[in-house]
């Protein structure tokens, strides 16, 4: 059976990556950014599981943590003409102004700079339980928002960063979201794993069998805060522009949607959710634009799409609270059940034939 | 720093310490009730400034009466967000009953986006409260004063509810231990009503009071102030109304004098808030007044 599923799960990897290959050729830029997008947003949504839905502990600093990502990564890998052009107001400092770096060394920095500041966060914040850990979490973003609004000698301020070399493409972001999805299978299946969702379920219980409630919360705070630092600064590449004003709290919104409702602790769950909430986000682009339904014309509502995805999180929350998946995860045994009980189904209607015939 | 410019940020602080603390009255009293963070609070609060616009522009009625309808449809929508929201994860894990909270207040921003649209509206201040006093050689606007005034007896008023009236009994009975509450006899659900309907409408207050204050209304401007007013609660000590009204106008008042005192330092006057939140939780995690919870195991 174990070696039966480990095939499966090569020839899964593969069939992604054929198909990475593929669409990388093949598609158009639209559909390859919002496949893009949908990479990026597993890797962010696995990250926010993570801490919330694995280890229990209801953080919202996401976006800030995606920031620090995007800004880093933006800066490291820029040409350095392009730098001067953009910081105008206020040139930026040495040791940024004469570097550009390749893509892989910025994305890990940005992402190890993110788990630092993780670290710096989680330190005081991880103290904290339940509501007071999510108000002072969303207040740490919005520091580093605020900090970056004002640190124009670095960030360029309220300016944002233009002409970032976009060099996210399929390869990238597919390839970093497959890497993510089998860290966090083998991280949750490790002892680790298992600690960390003993905490999410009773901390006292936990910590009378012996965990270390901080050293794992900030373990996984910390590992959250280096995969959210990460799809930040693909997010950033991809996208070639990025101001302070995009790491709002609506971003950390969506990452929390996504993980509502593929349900909070599974893992299959938020891969399935992420692609289906960017993919939903650029059906439902629509409803923004001016509407032609022949016998009528609506002008463009801007924020009607969002008014359904916060209908879309409250459904979830009031109706399913477990969202798509709960904690299951979809593997190969369930599949191969679904399968067994469908062959029964079909096998008990034969045998009636058979009867009958007789 | 002359004495009376000064005084002139002392005013200006005290004020907006108030408008602060009529709105995280609504968090600390949700919070005690429930422990739950209502989320959705800074935009009732944003609500309540549009229901004011449109009572005042739409159907032309007089500010006071306007105001008055305003904080009425005010309460009617806290009370409704209670019923729609929370009051059916009464059983459920926190984290649900916060991501709905969440959900909430997205929904109401991005409905008012949608209905009302993004743009800022100006906010009509009638002239009896735009006229200028001249004070010790300071000139202030006379609501600066109103406002406060109007705060102080709100809390008066709050505080016979609370302290001397039998729904007042059932809030602090319910906030004690609502199993034993409800099985005292006090219908639970009414008592928690009734708390989001005050909450409401001091909210409402607040923000029209706000509206007058900062005369430009969209629907993103319950965001920041929802934040601050529920920091300027936990600071407080999160439960205690007294907490609440003291967080608020420290908050407030320390936010003017940031600016006043340090004016290189305006950019990060949003921050200041949350570094004093993580401060507080740090050192004192029950706030200013608040009683020591111990943990139920």
Partial sequence: ????????????????????????????????????LCAIYTILGLSMNLI???????????????????????????????????????????????????????????????????????????????????????G???????????????????????????????????????????????L????????????????????????????????????GAFLAGLGGGLLGNLLGTIDPSMFKFVLTFNILLIIVLGGMGSISGTVISAFIITILGEVLRFLDKPMNLGFIKTPGIPGLRMVVFSLLLMIVVLFFRDGLMGTRELSWDSIQNVFVKFRKLVGKGGVKNESFEG | MGLATFFQHLTNGVSLGSLYALIAIGYTMVYGILRLINFAHGDIFMMATYFAFFAIFIFHMHWFIAFIVAILLTVLLGMGIEKAAYKPLRDAP?????????????????????VFGGIPKPF????????????????????????????????????????????????????????????????????????????SALAAVGGIMWALKFPQIQPLMGVMPGLKCFIAAVIGGIGSITGAVIGGFFLGIMEIMLVAFFPTLAGYRDALAFILLIVILLFKPTGFMGEKMSEKV
Wanted: charged content about 15%; cysteine-free.
């Fill in chain 1, 1 to 36: 059976m174990k070696r039966r599923n480990l095939i499966l799960n090569i020839v899964l990897i593969l069939l992604v990556a054929v198909f990475t290959i593929y669409a990388q050729k093949n598609m158009d830029a639209y559909k390859l950014r919002i496949l893009n």
């Fill in chain 1, 52 to 138: 919330n839905g694995f280890t229990g502990q209801f953080s919202l600093g996401h976006a800030g943590f995606m920031a620090i990502g995007a800004y880093t990564t933006a800066l490291l890998t820029m040409k350095i003409e392009f730098k001067e052009q953009i910081f105008y107001m206020k040139p930026l400092i040495y040791p940024l102004n004469s570097i550009s770096m390749p893509f892989l060394p910025s994305l890990l920095i940005a992402g190890f700079l993110s788990a630092l500041v993780g670290y710096m966060i989680g330190a005081p914040a991880l103290r904290l339980k339940g509501d007071y850990l999510a108000i002072a979490t969303l």
């Fill in chain 1, 140 to 186: 740490f973003a919005e520091i580093i928002r605020v900090i970056i609004t004002n640190a124009q000698s670095v960030t360029n301020g309220a300016l944002g960063i233009k002409m970032i070399p976009t060099y996210t493409n399929l390869y990238w972001s597919f390839g970093f979201a497959v890497l993510t999805v089998v860290f966090m299978f083998l």
């Fill in chain 1, 188 to 223: 949750i299946n490790s002892s680790y794993g298992r600690a960390f969702k003993a905490i999410r379920e009773d901390e006292i219980a936990a910590e009378n069998m012996g965990i270390n409630l901080y050293k794992h919360k900030m373990m996984s705070f910390v590992i």
């Fill in chain 2, 94 to 114: 926190k984290i649900s009953v916060l991501i709905s909270a969440i959900g909430a207040s997205f929904l109401l921003e991005n409905l008012a986006t949608v």
């Fill in chain 2, 124 to 199: 009509p201040t009638p002239s009896v409260f735009n006229d200028m006093v001249i004070l010790g050689g300071v000139r202030v606007q006379k609501l600066t004063f109103y406002i406060p005034a109007v705060t102080i007896i709100l809390l008066i008023g709050l505080a016979y509810l609370i302290n001397k009236t039998k729904s007042g009994m059932a809030m602090r009975a319910v906030s004690k231990d609502v199993e034993t509450a409800s099985l005292m006899g006090i219908d639970v659900n009414r008592t928690i009503s009734i708390t989001f309907g005050i909450g």
